[in-house]
């Protein structure tokens, strides 16, 4: 019964919102930020507190590793499930996050259109190698000029069980040689979890969507630098979601 009340709440906190955002996407671009921006400041507090209260999952930001950030800096991450964007973007204050993803997600009802009318970063599926390195390059720019906070997730790919894939270095190096910023890595855990209806429906019951900034790393000067990065970043994080694993159900740590 309590899963059944957990989606219709869910589909009920999501449907005005993401109604709006789709009539107004083709017609007014300044009217589809509004509702993209409403949707990633107030209608992720209304996602997570229903689950907190159905399912007793919370989502558990721990701010204090925030607070040696400069004011801005390029994130590395672990990648769970389409509301790692709105965990970042709440995390990290919502409005400057910007995000690279791939172009498939532009066919998502809200997260597609969220998305392009914020000016994230899509990479498109066809045309290789260098059609993906310029929107990179590209992206980068904008970040840099609009003081934004851009976010990669070097796996490529989300993981569907939760375990740690590999880290892809090309993605990274063209977006850091072209800000050429601080890099934060961070870890998150619980996503996974929350990919599917039916994950929700059947197996969410206590837990925790945590996310933790681990290491803050100065601007890397050569190739070295930046293979030294994404190296000590994957140990991190994977060190990090072992730690996690290892609590109770319903522990509140972060």
């Known amino acids: 019964m309590l899963s059944f009340i957990t989606l219709v709440c869910l589909l009920g906190a999501l449907a005005f919102p993401t109604f709006m955002l789709c009539i107004t996407y083709p017609i007014s671009h300044k009217w589809a930020l509004f509702w993209s921006n409403y949707i990633t400041t107030h209608t992720d507090r209304v996602v997570f507190a229903i689950l907190r209260y159905y399912r007793g999952f919370n ?3 721990d701010k204090e590793s925030q607070k040696d950030l400069p004011e801005q800096f390029l994130v590395i991450s672990n990648h769970q499930s389409l509301l790692d964007i709105v965990l970042y973007l ?3 204050g919502g409005l400057r996050t910007r995000f690279v993803a791939k172009d498939a997600l532009g066919k998502a009802p809200m997260v597609g259109k969220m998305l392009k009318s914020q000016e994230h970063c899509m990479i498109p599926r066809k045309g290789g190698v260098s059609v993906a390195m310029r929107h990179l390059e590209q992206f980068g720019k904008r970040v840099l000029e609009r003081k934004e906070i851009p976010v990669i997730f070097p796996e490529g ?3 569907k069980d939760g375990s740690l894939g590999s880290f892809y270095a090309a993605g990274f190096r ?3 040689e072209t800000v050429k910023l601080p890099v934060a890595v961070c870890a998150l855990d619980g996503g996974w979890k929350l990919s599917h209806l039916k994950t929700i429906m059947k197996n ?3 837990g925790a969507y945590r996310t933790k900034v681990l290491k803050l790393y100065p601007a890397p000067q050569t190739k070295e630098d930046e293979k030294l990065i994404l190296e000590e970043s994957r140990g ?3 060190k990090q979601l072992d730690a996690w ?3 109770p159900s319903d522990s509140l740590e972060v």
């Open 59 to 61: 989502c558990l930001e």
């Open 90 to 92: 709440h995390f990290f």
């Open 157 to 159: 790919t989300r993981s």
């Open 174 to 176: 063209r977006l850091e």
């Open 204 to 206: 969410l019951n206590k």
């Open 236 to 238: 991190l994080i994977q």
């Open 245 to 247: 694993r290892a609590l």
